[in-house]
């Protein structure tokens, strides 16, 4: 750098070689801060404006299946049924807690399998084996609870069929691990 120490005098070339350093940082550090705020209100006033010249393929393929995903609606209205358990196990079924619950009760279930570990005493082996098969039923009431309320298209003959042997199945695996 060309500047020296003293007032009034003129500059001398190269006389504060240390001086560059901060030229070059000066300059280095405020054409990145320059460019990034350029950048940056450039980035965000087309994204204002439309931002889809800026989305890859997969982004854009997801946009619009998003939208299409929200503009659907639903193909049929569900019917209340005319009986009264087949309104009580319809009105569970379409509750607004409805899932959650069963969210929570299969978390609950999933974070009580993994809690099994090696060695455990026979007593609480027992008395997991009577919780997992609890469970179990819960699971069997639910699907029963679905087919009662959603009035399934399978004939009843079959949704029962295959109730008492999804019941079956459970109560074996159960009965072998009491």
Not at 36 to 57: A, P, Y
Not at 108 to 124: K, R
Not at 142 to 156: A, E, N, P, T, Y
Request: hydrophobic content about 45%; aromatic content about 12%; some cysteine.
């Amino acid at each position: 750098m060309d500047i020296r120490g003293s007032k009034g005098t003129q500059p001398a070339r190269d006389s504060s070689p240390l001086h560059s350093f901060y030229f070059i940082a000066f300059v280095c550090v405020g054409g990145f801060f320059i460019l990034r705020m350029f950048v940056g209100v450039f980035i965000d006033q087309f994204g204002l404006i439309s931002g889809s010249k800026l989305l890859t393929e997969r982004q854009k393929l997801l946009r619009d299946t998003n939208r299409i995903i929200q503009s659907m609606k639903p193909l049929h209205k569900l019917k209340v049924p005319p009986s009264r358990v087949q309104k009580f196990c319809f009105r569970i079924v379409t509750s607004p807690m409805y899932g959650p619950v069963i969210r929570g009760v299969v978390l609950v279930n999933y974070t009580w399998l993994s809690s099994h570990f090696a060695g455990q005493p026979p007593v609480l082996t027992a008395h997991r084996n009577r919780i997992e098969a609890s469970f179990a039923t819960f699971y069997v009431i639910d699907v029963l609870v679905k087919i009662i309320g959603l009035d399934v298209s399978l004939s009843s003959t079959v949704c029962l069929v295959i109730f008492i042997l999804v019941w079956d199945i459970i109560n074996c695996c159960c009965l072998i691990h009491l």
